[in-house]
């Protein structure tokens, strides 16, 4: 397959999408995604490409991103921050990270119920948490008589 970022582009921005948005539990496929669209939409618009090489470099300056700790990673990227380019990995990575089914079954989220009838009949009430028999409640909770 053909990319318009190189794959050293492609690397540090899979690592800067992670260290935005870290979730020790997704696998970088999760990540891959938001480096799919970057690429796509880099090469639909050659200014949009301009820009992620930019940031890329910004990043990856004076060493490369995929090299630096915890640390220097959110350092670096502090000093992106309000860039095209930061801003663009930002708002990508918002939407291909949490409106992926892949994301969703990794955080628990069973994803939208309309086309399942809703949630009402599908145990959203399922209170199990709560001891058996419920607590009763205190006919005086709340009252303010002294």
């Known amino acids: 397959m053909s990319h318009q970022l190189s794959d050293d582009s492609r690397e540090t921005a899979l690592a800067a999408a992670r260290t935005m948005f870290p979730h020790d539990g997704l696998p970088d496929e999760a990540y891959a995604k938001v480096v799919s669209e970057l690429d796509g939409a880099a090469a639909g618009d050659p200014s949009v490409a301009a820009s992620i090489e930019q940031g890329i470099a910004q990043l990856d300056d004076p060493q490369r991103f995929v090299e630096l700790d915890d640390d220097a990673r959110l350092e670096a990227l502090r000093r992106c921050e309000g860039s095209p380019f930061f801003d663009l990995l930002k708002a990508t990575a918002v939407v291909e990270l949490y409106d992926n089914p892949l994301v969703w ?9 309309v086309h399942l009838g809703g949630y009402v009949k599908r145990g959203f009430d399922d209170l199990d948490w709560l001891p058996d028999p419920p607590i009763a409640l205190d006919p005086t909770a709340g009252s303010h008589h002294r």
């Not at 079954?105 to 119920?113: I, L, N, T, V």
Request: aromatic share 22%; hydrophobic share 20%.
């Open 105 to 113: 079954k990794a955080f628990g989220y069973e994803g939208p119920s």
